[in-house]
């Protein structure tokens, strides 16, 4: 029997979901029924644009809202207007990620990860603190958007890395705390993706050098934004406190295997990630 799954008029909050994966899980949480909100940051969406792209498939309009989630404040007013537009929330993915990059030891400085811990690992407890606040229950689902950086080292990730180390290890913590009120919170660690954020980290030539020599490594969002619409639909209630690793199977292959041509996965044909 296939399952279905049905959001309808479930209120969805993605931070940071106006470009690149959150725009991504806006479209698919939209096509599951939701109710999407999506925040940005100093102007950086063009909204037409972005509504654009849901009501050609026939879904509804995003709510598009303007957020700075470092600021607690601006994070209470923000599911302030939730309240009003949609009366409950079902589910916060926490998707904003800020961090500069290090090119050499002198720019590791305590100022300037606090500033990255602020905006890409503590507003995942600051929105959970927030909506009992606001709403007098928890969300259903917290979902925050991590990356393998915690474990393996990219060129100039040092503070970002540091960051989703600090965030897998809080999802553990709320896991525990939030489970007695019927909340499940995960981490989704997606693979490679080709995004601006990408490309801002790494840069754009390095990006195309490596899509070009490992075709499939880079993922299609959609095959991500899926699994974060499986884990809120109430079909995987067992799971809870883990990082789940969506990067079709590439963390798995050792440089020695790309060498030698061995085990080197490819994209699913579209249809076959869901």
């Not at 393996?152 to 525990?176: M, N, P, Q, W």
């Not at 840069?203 to 899509?211: F, I, P, Y």
């Not at 699994?227 to 440089?255: K, L």
Request: a negative charge; hydrophobic letters at 40%.
């Amino acid at each position: 029997m296939a399952i279905t799954i049905d959001l309808k008029q479930k209120a969805v909050l993605i931070t940071g979901g106006t470009r690149g994966l959150g725009r991504a899980m806006g479209l698919e949480f939209a096509r599951a029924g939701a109710s999407v909100f999506l925040t940005h940051r100093w102007g950086s969406t063009d909204e037409e644009e972005l509504i654009a792209d849901f009501t050609k498939e026939g879904l509804d309009a995003p709510h598009i809202l303007e957020a700075d989630v470092s600021d607690g404040e601006a994070t209470r007013e923000l599911l302030g207007i939730v309240r009003e537009r949609a009366g409950e929330l079902h589910t916060i993915v926490s998707n904003v990620a800020f961090s500069k990059v290090v090119n050499e030891l002198s720019d590791l400085k305590k100022k300037t990860l606090d500033l990255s811990l602020s905006y890409s690992a503590w507003p995942l407890v600051d929105l959970v603190q927030a909506s009992e606040e606001v709403f007098g229950r928890y969300p259903r689902y917290v979902i925050g958007v991590s990356s393998d950086g915690g474990e393996v080292c990219h060129a100039g990730y040092d503070f970002a890395g540091a960051s989703k180390a600090v965030l897998e290890t809080l999802i553990r913590y709320l896991s525990l705390r939030l489970k007695e009120h019927g909340t499940r919170v995960n981490a989704l660690r997606p693979g490679f993706l080709d995004t601006d954020s990408s490309r801002a980290t790494f840069g754009s030539e390095n990006v195309d050098r490596l899509a070009e020599e490992r075709p499939g490594l880079f993922l299609d969002p959609r095959g991500v934004a899926r699994t974060a619409v499986g884990i809120a639909s109430g079909c995987f209630d067992a799971v809870t406190g883990q990082v789940i690793v969506v990067d079709e199977g590439w963390s798995h292959v050792s440089p020695m295997s790309l060498v030698a041509g061995v085990g080197l996965p490819g994209a699913f044909p579209e249809g076959e990630s869901s």
